[in-house]
């Protein structure tokens, strides 16, 4: 099935994404409730921003992810919503993002896969090969450093094999993985085209000043 015009429109604009992805999580924990989040940081320039929940049950992370497309939309911000194509698509958003673990982007239903970009999580450099060969927009790739947000089978990845998932991946790579405002030059001189961030904002005093900070320190280190 051929992809919609509005597809094709926000996967162009997807390959310019470049810099912070904030990813607002509905973990009670935070300081800071995802509409909140993404309140902040849609307003202060960021390209994407990616929806997680694992709390709340589906009516509510659907109403709550129907306000934050209206104040994505508002913005000129592309949505994801992690894990759940079914979510994204009552939602509107404009993309969905997968893990190894969830529904595989082959099995995502056609119509579906034509109007939705679909993100990848990937681990090893042989999982980031074999991402060239699938359905996808763009690929998380992690975890680089040590992180605490989620629990994950596999150790930190490092600089190094992120600077060879950019080089190697066929699509916009975007680093995921205890990265915050120590981390962001580094991960920005990989070549990454993004950097997903959770705890760094969703936990400081200011989300919206930290996300500029974020984005300042990524935006200088870019090659």
């Known amino acids: 099935m051929p992809e919609k015009p509005d597809r094709a429109l926000r996967r ?3 390959a310019r994404v470049a810099g ?5 999580d509905d973990d009670p924990r935070w300081r800071h409730d995802v509409e909140t989040v993404v309140d902040a940081v849609t307003g202060v320039g960021v390209s994407v921003v990616q929806l997680r929940f694992k709390h709340l049950r589906d009516g509510e992370a659907l109403a709550l992810a129907r306000r934050c497309k209206k104040l994505c939309e ?7 919503v992690n894990d759940r194509f079914d979510l994204a698509v009552l939602a509107a958003a404009d993309g969905v993002h ?3 673990d969830d529904c595989p982007p082959e099995k995502i239903p056609a119509d579906v896969r034509a ?3 679909v993100g990848l999580s990937t681990h090893t450099l042989e999982q980031v ?3 060239n060969q699938r359905p996808v927009d763009c690929i998380g790739f ?3 450093f040590g992180t605490a947000s989620k629990q994950s089978e596999y150790s930190a990845r490092g600089l190094d094999q992120l600077t060879q998932a950019a080089r190697e991946s066929a699509h916009p790579v975007v680093a995921i993985g205890g990265i915050g405002l120590a981390q962001a030059s580094a991960v920005a001189a990989s070549g990454a085209s993004g950097a997903a961030v959770i705890s760094a904002i969703s936990q400081a005093e200011n989300p919206a000043e930290a996300t500029r900070e974020l984005q300042g320190a990524f935006n200088q280190a870019k090659p």
């Open 20 to 24: 912070i992805y904030p990813l607002a």
């Open 98 to 100: 997968v893990g190894t």
């Open 142 to 144: 992690g975890p680089v």
């Open 129 to 131: 090969r074999a991402a």
């Open 12 to 14: 162009a604009r997807l």
């Open 74 to 80: 508002q913005r000129d911000v592309l949505l994801f």
């Open 115 to 117: 109007q939705l970009l």
